[in-house]
């Protein structure tokens, strides 16, 4: 009794000063009180928040809920998610407590709340197939096949699925094999020694030889340090022969020419697929004819990607077709294969074809529908703005209780939780809610949630909120000043940042025109600014000074050929032109073939970009092929040195 009345009396003590507290600063402080797990402080101030019926008291009693939750009864935790099922954090809640369950094997309990679970978590998948086999569903273990075949590691609690599969034969010694490779054509080092260990009879001093093969593949080849007599031992030299060819193709290949004798058939074709998706990615001419070589072994959707994109560098449009017809069907049905198969139909006067696929991907309002439009030979007309939201519509979206706690989210800088809020709210909206709430996000001047809502659409649509452009005079005037072609200037700065100036990348980019900052001190130099500073380029005006004077310059180093002033701006000046070929080629081709898959997908979303503010800001309207252009041969072109790619 007398400890808790000591309780009683801390938690008084706590709230009392928790009254001097505005909502903001009593918010603040739980967080601050979560993030130290400290769950007295916690619990007063989730008291305070909920006797003030404050509009985020609910994640304050969320996180009190993570720091009990290892103690709790299940229907507490029952109790807590049904109060705030309309929540995001609910389903979070009731995952983290399913991985509870899982880990006390409690299967019926874990059962009976399991179909209630709406999130992707592999974790609690792993206790899922186990909770099946445990109530004996045995067959539930197949599940567990596609948790198994991935090239990086998966959640701890998954090994004990993975050993029952193994001893029920669900999994075999193939299936353990392909793992082992997929983990190594990734380069993932420490899943395929994992995953090496499941191998019958495997001697764990083996697993150095990874290490040696990855640390100097041509020494251990060159050497014949690893035997070939074993399958581990041709795996590990296979790795090497694959590790090589990524820095030193030359070497790599007449290494190969003498080491295939050790290898079977199958062996053989699989390394040839893999050299081939490389000399693709290089834009070396030979990668068809051995991708050829490779016939018999599987093309993953990578390796399938590619040899499509050597066939079209190649203009050599059945092989084009024959490696789309290939993909699997999900792959087939991205707009980017259907364009191009399309277009090889189309090469091949198989019109009907051709048009058959043309004329549905044409509505689609992204690069590929622009492309598919254009081919189709229809007149590119402003984009249409199909519906106008009235103030009730808006004033109807903003006094959802979701919109309000995003929102309030945002305000308080909170911007994981906020998006996550925002995108439970607009879940289920129709396309007028959604554009409604696009217009609420606005007028927040919460550009990328505004655009990302707007873009949800299906039917009606409003594109001044897919495209929309805020701080235009500040954009307008330095586009002039550097003779920038504002659509473009706009379609760039919409793929850097999404308009929101504090934006910053992983590598450090920052702002609106997301500026490196060794670029903007070399900029800075450029414009004679002497007193430049590292924090100026988070002003808005100084990041849009510097971001346009590098695109024209960009632009002037790439001979005005906006598609590699694009690759440019994305990767930096050296790499564009080395992309290209000896000869001319469409712009769509040269975008396509692009090595890298950020540069070669933001390439294709800017100039796509540029189409659709042209028809917003009313300035010339260049179809996208105009845009693409062709680009000019150059004597950088041809195949790449070392490969350049993902």
């Given amino acids: ?47 305070q928040l909920q006797a003030r019926n404050y509009i985020l008291a609910p994640y304050a009693d969320y996180w009190l809920m993570l720091l009990q939750l290892s103690q709790a009864d299940d229907n507490s935790v029952r109790e807590f998610i049904h109060r705030y099922t309309d929540l995001p954090f609910a389903d979070r809640a009731r995952g983290e407590w399913l991985k509870k369950l899982g880990k006390q094997q409690d299967w019926q309990t874990f059962l009976a709340e399991y179909p209630n679970f709406r999130r992707d978590d592999t974790a609690v998948s792993c206790y899922a197939i186990q909770a099946q086999t445990q109530q004996g569903n045995r067959d539930a273990l197949v599940q567990g096949r596609a948790l198994w075949m991935v090239a990086t590691d998966q959640p701890a609690n998954c090994n004990a699925l993975f050993g029952s599969m193994i001893n029920a034969n669900v999994l075999t010694e193939d299936d353990i094999w392909s793992r082992f490779r997929l983990a190594l054509a990734e380069n993932n080092i420490n899943v395929a020694k994992t995953v090496a260990k499941h191998i019958g009879n495997f001697d764990a001093a083996s697993l150095r030889l ?15 340090v690893i035997s070939f007599k074993s399958r581990y031992g041709r795996e590990v030299n296979l790795y090497a022969l694959e590790r090589l060819v990524r820095s030193q193709p030359g070497r790599a290949l007449a290494l190969w020419q003498k080491l295939q004798v050790h290898f079977s058939d199958g062996e053989r074709s699989y390394l040839w697929g893999r050299f081939a998706l490389h000399a693709a990615s290089r834009h070396d001419p030979v990668a068809l004819e051995w991708f050829n070589l490779a016939q018999g072994t599987p093309l993953d959707k990578e390796q399938l990607a590619w040899k499509a994109r050597a066939a079209l560098r190649d203009k050599n449009w059945d092989a084009l077709q024959s490696a789309i017809v290939a993909m699997p069907a999900l792959q087939q049905e991205g707009g980017v294969w259907r364009y ?14 051709a048009n058959a696929i043309l004329a549905p991907l044409s509505l689609e309002h992204n690069y590929y529908g622009l492309l598919a439009q254009e081919e189709l030979g229809e007149v590119m007309s402003a984009a249409p703005s199909y519906y106008k939201v ?29 998006k996550l809020e925002w995108a439970w709210a607009v879940n289920s909206f129709d396309d007028k809610q959604l554009i409604a709430a696009a217009e609420v996000a606005l007028r927040a001047d919460w550009y990328d949630v505004a655009i990302n809502t707007a873009e ?27 003779d920038l072609d504002e659509a473009w ?41 002497g007193g430049y500073q590292a924090a100026m380029i988070h002003d808005l005006d100084t990041n849009v000074q510097f971001g346009t004077h590098y695109m ?19 990767a930096g000046p050296a790499r564009p032109k080395r992309w290209a070929a ?41 179809t996208l092929k105009q845009r693409m252009g062709i680009i000019a041969g150059t004597s950088e072109g041809g195949a790449l040195d070392a490969e350049e790619n993902e």
């Avoid at 191009?340 to 074809?353: G, I, N, S, T």
Wanted: charged residues 25%.
């Fill in 390 to 418: 009235s103030e009730e519509e808006v004033r109807a979206v903003m006094s959802l209780p979701a919109i309000q706690r995003a929102l309030e989210l945002q305000r308080l800088d909170m911007r994981g939780e906020s």
């Fill in 456 to 482: 949800k659409t299906k039917f009606v649509h409003d594109f001044s909120l897919r495209y929309p452009t805020p701080y235009h005079d500040t954009i307008q005037s330095y586009a002039r000043e550097n």
């Fill in 582 to 622: 000896r000869q001319a080629m469409e712009g769509a081709i040269y975008a396509e073939s692009i090595p890298l898959k950020e540069t070669r997908e933001y390439v294709k979303k800017v100039m796509a970009n540029a189409c659709f503010y042209a028809q917003r800001l009313g300035t010339k309207a260049l």
């Fill in 552 to 570: 024209r310059y960009t632009l002037d180093v790439m001979d005005g050929q906006s598609v590699l002033a694009t690759a440019a701006y994305n």
């Fill in 489 to 529: 200037l706009y379609g760039l700065i919409r793929q850097e940042s999404r308009f929101i100036g504090h934006a910053k990348s992983s590598v450090g980019a920052s702002g609106l025109m997301q500026v490196m900052p060794a670029t903007a001190k070399w900029i800075a130099r450029r414009l004679g600014l």
């Fill in 1 to 47: 009794m007398k400890i808790a009345r000591i309780f009683l009396s801390l938690l008084l003590l706590l709230s009392g000063q928790a009254n001097a507290l505005s909502n903001d600063e009593l918010f603040s402080d739980a967080r601050d009180a979560y993030k130290r797990q400290n769950e007295t402080a916690l619990m007063a101030d989730v008291q």
């Fill in 340 to 353: 191009w198969k399309a277009r090889a139909l189309k090469e091949q006067q198989q019109l009907v074809a």
């Fill in 210 to 224: 990874l290490d040696r093969a990855y640390q100097n593949p041509q020494q251990i080849l060159e050497k014949k």
